[in-house]
């Protein structure tokens, strides 16, 4: 089994200012997928960025960018000049190519400080 | 259009009714999910299906009966609700059973057992 270790329950960060997310897992397959979901609160689930295990190249997105060290099993999220939407929880998530489903993490609540 | 739309986007309702939530997706997808996220915002798959067929059945009471009519339909039905039951019941929906574009999400139903 897949499992997804977020260990900041709840980070805060100034406008403007950059922030990381932790997200640790552990798979023993050589194939998968890493994603990361952003839950407003208006509860909809958003996909915020994706990363193939097999691509060495770190995945961006406009001011969100990942930091995937598969050696360590390692992949955070790095927020650029947040703004004051980026405050919702951040979902880590795992898929392999021989499971049928994502393994989420426990979630990391951002507050974005005007 | 939306994507995944779940219907009804909430549900209060007394101890030992019977309930339904729809789940329906026009994006072409073949497989769909049926996620629950309890009070501390833990994600946790309960079934899925691929065009139709029963792919994951975790640990639920069968008291959660799943139907898949076609492969854009994902139907959640409970019996006897519980007070336990109270949480946000996701529906999802992704090509394939691994890829890496992720899932795409409904918004949700929130389930009020009182």
């Known amino acids: 089994a897949q499992t997804v270790t977020q260990s900041q329950p709840e980070m805060s960060v100034q406008e403007a200012e950059t922030v990381t997310l932790s997200c640790t897992y552990d798979?023993?397959?050589?194939?998968?997928?890493l994603f990361w979901y952003k839950q407003p609160p208006s509860r909809q689930m958003i996909l915020v960025i994706r990363?193939?295990?097999?691509?060495?190249q770190n995945a961006t997105e406009n001011r969100f960018s990942v930091n995937f060290q598969k050696a360590a099993k390692s992949f955070s999220l790095k927020i650029s000049d947040s703004q004051l939407g980026d405050t919702a929880m951040y979902f880590c998530?795992?898929?392999?190519?021989?499971?049928?489903?994502?393994?989420f993490g426990t979630g990391t609540s951002l507050t974005v400080i005007p | 259009d939306t994507a995944v739309s779940q219907t009804p986007k909430y549900l209060v309702t007394q101890m030992g009714n019977d309930k339904s939530i729809k789940c329906e997706q026009n994006?072409?997808?073949?497989?769909m999910y049926w996620y629950k996220q309890d009070s501390k915002k833990f994600l946790k798959i309960m079934f899925s299906?691929?065009?139709?067929?029963?792919?994951i059945n975790e640990t639920v009471p069968n008291r959660f009966s799943p139907k898949s009519p076609d492969k854009a339909h994902l139907n959640l039905h409970i019996n006897s609700l519980e007070l336990g039951d109270s949480a946000v019941y996701f529906c999802?929906?992704?090509?394939?059973?691994?890829?890496?574009?992720?899932?795409?999400f409904g918004s949700g139903t929130r389930l009020t057992v009182v």
């Open positions: 299906y691929n065009n139709k067929e029963l792919i």
């Open positions: 994006l072409g997808h073949d497989t």
């Open positions: 998530a795992c898929q392999s190519n021989t499971g049928n489903q994502f393994y």
């Open positions: 990363q193939e295990a097999y691509k060495q």
């Open positions: 798979t023993s397959e050589n194939n998968y997928y």
């Open positions: 999802a929906s992704s090509l394939g059973t691994w890829n890496s574009y992720g899932y795409t």
